[in-house]
């Protein structure tokens, strides 16, 4: 569950960044 996390919230921010732009 933990890995998961890891590259779930990343990869959420990521995503919010590429709207920003």
Do not use: N, Q, R, S
């Amino acid at each position: 569950m933990i890995i998961t996390d890891l590259l779930v919230i990343p990869g959420t921010i990521i995503k919010i960044a590429i709207l920003f732009k």
